[in-house]
């Protein structure tokens, strides 16, 4: 089974970009390049610094992740890089 992962961008502005993928590193490397593979979102917005990574399981538990994180105001996501906020309590 693969183990799926939930990452955070901060963009050059200081906005922070949320996604999931089987391979951080080649994800992050995708983002960077500026080319097809990267988020629309994030074109033109670097440079990009990947600030937070975490394993959360499979693909279901990864979107699931994904969207509690992307409901988060900033100051909670912030929160969340400083480990003050633990990622499983926001899955449950």
Request: proline share 2%; aromatic share 6%; hydrophobic share 35%.
């Amino acid at each position: 089974m693969t183990e799926w992962a939930l990452y955070l961008i901060r963009t050059n502005n200081g906005n922070l970009y949320t996604g999931i993928t089987t391979d951080v590193a080649r994800r992050f490397a995708e983002q960077q390049a500026n080319g097809k593979k990267t988020a629309r979102y994030l074109r033109g917005r670097g440079p990009l610094d990947l600030v937070f990574s975490q394993e959360v399981g499979d693909r279901s538990a990864a979107l699931k992740a994904e969207t509690a994180v992307k409901k988060l105001s900033k100051p909670a996501k912030e929160k969340l890089l400083k480990g003050d906020i633990n990622l499983e309590e926001l899955i449950d």
